[in-house]
């Protein structure tokens, strides 16, 4: 496989017992350095792929390699490259955390006195350093979440795989993870991350594997798959109450309520003509917005064009 | 790689360690009571009425016995107890996603197992002292005995956590098989008080073996060959140690 490919995946087959087939013969390559979202409805087969990779689930057929290491013949290699955080929590809730993050960092081979140390670093860039007494369970969610962090950091992997990282946490926190995730990409780890929150993916990452029904449907640039879209709608907040629409010829437009107003625009198009249209009839507007995420509305037509395809 | 595999090993067993002594009262404290009411009522107040057994006080016959009994449990608990929890917590797959090779992941488990069942039988022979003068005839063969026992049942406990799906599958074993195989293993009498045909059936007791080899350790006599006793021991921990790793290394109840 190709040099500076962090992650190659051929032909990945998942049956369960049960017949239940869950990955359909995914391919995939993950550059080496780059932060890729992995996309897909519930059920939609990504727990299973990361669970593949990071050999908690037991593949049908097909090759997986991390950093050129295959699984079925160098598997403690590949496994030294990868940093896996989990959806759920499974760490034991009745050991410390300092215990917790030590314990890890051996099974990877690092030697006590080194753990310590990266412990220290680790918990305190995640803001863990003043709970390392105290026992995972006494934590908040989020703290929960920042130790499987820290954790799978402990063995400085070059791949970190994040499972829905940010989940139930707020919108402070959630900031200030991506914020440490971007930073370590910058040091060149690769991450790959999936995520419920379309918007995290837009922002954080470079490049997008969209998985439906066991099968990759869409992997692309982010950029190029943004640029799929070319209509946007905007909210426009009004200074002066509408009793009806305010004329704007040639576009389309709704009056929500009498100081909201929504228009659609072709990317093509420039909002000037709007702001020309609104100000000859002499409506001020406040403020302006996206109505949707826009990888929110894309992802939504990949998956409904699939079941489409698959009906 | 060999570094990292003894690194993986030691965090292992100071994890297991330290689960236990954190948890003293659940794990250290109960064997010692136990086993003092068990000199107590067995060894001072039914035996002074027994008399002699195998040519020594029945205090002192049962004594390596139920020494034995603590090691045997304890060792088998250990591991059941806790390697069903790092399963049903799902805590393991911090194991099973590391460069740990099945059998450092084996021996971390077992080791832990034995140390607390080896502390435990510290314990009870500390406790023992209280109540009979203990004399070891053959000093290396108990530790080998004790040891290899303490193994044994370690993999049986890993073993019982790995098919185990709740609570209640680690308790059975102990309960129904394990309880009745010590007690009727002649911690408390000596095999040839037994008519011909229940010594017969005792033979398949693997436990009558382990009490055995051990009581020679400390009184000098047994009821079966040492040697017959050393090989069933061994051979046991051979057969569970093979059939421990198959099971970890096919991901039988861990992996899907």
């Known amino acids: 496989m190709t040099a500076g490919v962090a992650l190659a995946l051929e032909n ?22 780059d932060f890729f979202a992995l996309l897909g409805p519930n059920g939609a087969g990504k727990s299973t792929t990361i669970g593949i990779i990071s050999s908690l689930v037991h593949k049908t057929s097909g090759k997986v390699e991390v950093f050129g290491h295959d699984l079925d ?126 918007e995290e993916a837009e922002m954080l990452c470079r490049n997008i594997g969209i998985i439906d029904n066991g099968v990759l449907v869409e992997c692309t640039s982010m950029k190029a798959l943004l640029a799929k879209l070319d209509m946007e709608t ?21 009056l929500i309520d009498p100081n909201t107003l929504e228009v659609d625009v072709a990317k093509s198009n420039s909002l000037n003509s709007v702001f020309a249209a609104l100000t000859a009839q002499g409506i001020d507007v406040l403020s302006m917005r996206n109505k949707t995420n826009r990888l929110e509305e894309l992802f939504v037509e990949l998956v409904e064009r699939d079941k489409g395809a698959s009906a | 790689m060999r570094g990292l595999y003894f690194i993986a090993f030691k965090s292992i067993v100071i994890k297991e360690i330290t689960r ?48 034995m009994m603590s090691v045997i449990t304890n060792s088998y608990s250990n591991v059941a107890s806790s390697f069903f929890s790092a399963k049903f917590q799902r805590n393991l797959e911090e194991l099973l996603v590391a460069p740990v090779p099945h059998y450092v992941m ?60 709740n609570f209640d599958d680690i308790s059975i074993i102990p309960t129904f098989v394990l309880t009745p195989l ?46 017959l006793s050393m090989l069933v021991i061994v051979g046991f921990c051979v057969g569970l140690w093979l059939l421990a790793y198959y099971l970890v290394s096919r991901g039988i109840g861990l992996r899907t």
């Open chain 1, 73 to 198: 013949k160098e598997l403690e290699l590949a496994k030294l490259c990868i940093g896996l955080v989990p959806q759920e929590f499974n760490f034991n809730q009745f050991e410390t955390v300092l215990q917790i993050v030590v314990n890890q960092a051996g099974y990877y081979g690092v030697p006590r006195a080194e753990a310590h140390i990266r412990a220290k670093k680790y918990l305190t860039q995640l803001d863990l350093w003043q709970k390392r007494d105290a026992k995972a369970r006494e934590l908040s969610g989020g703290m929960k979440r920042r130790l499987m962090i820290a954790r799978a950091l402990m063995h400085e992997p070059q791949l970190l795989i994040l499972d829905e990282p940010t989940a139930g946490v707020d919108i402070e926190l959630r900031r200030s993870m991506w914020e440490f995730l971007q930073r370590i990409n910058q040091e060149g780890v690769t991450i790959i991350l999936t995520t419920h929150y379309l």
């Open chain 2, 182 to 227: 010590t007690y009727l293993g002649g911690v408390f009498y000596s095999l040839s008080l037994l008519p011909d045909f229940w010594r017969g059936v005792s033979a398949l007791n693997p436990i009558v073996y382990m009490i055995n080899v051990f009581r020679y350790g400390f009184l000098g006599f047994a009821d079966i060959s040492v040697g």
């Open chain 2, 20 to 67: 236990f002594s954190r948890i003293w009262i659940q794990t250290l404290l109960p064997p010692a009571i136990t086993m003092t009411l068990y000199f107590l009522i067995f060894g001072s107040l039914v035996g002074s009425r027994i008399g002699e057994m195998g040519g020594v006080s029945y205090m002192e016959f049962i004594a390596p016995g139920l020494i």
């Open chain 1, 12 to 33: 990945l087959r998942k049956t369960y017992k049960g017949g239940v087939e869950a990955v359909k013969g995914i391919n995939l390559k993950v550059k080496q350095g």
């Open chain 1, 234 to 254: 905007f909210v426009l907040d009004l200074k002066q109450s509408q009793a009806q629409l305010p004329a704007l010829t040639g576009i389309q437009a709704r």
């Open chain 2, 106 to 165: 084996i021996g971390g488990y077992v080791a832990g197992g034995v140390a607390r069942g080896l502390l435990v039988g510290l314990i009870v022979t500390l406790v023992a002292m209280f109540f009979v003068d203990l004399h070891l005839q053959h000093p290396l063969l108990v530790v080998v005995t004790v040891f290899l026992t303490s193994v044994l049942f370690a993999l049986g406990g890993l073993i019982n956590a790995v098919f185990a799906r």
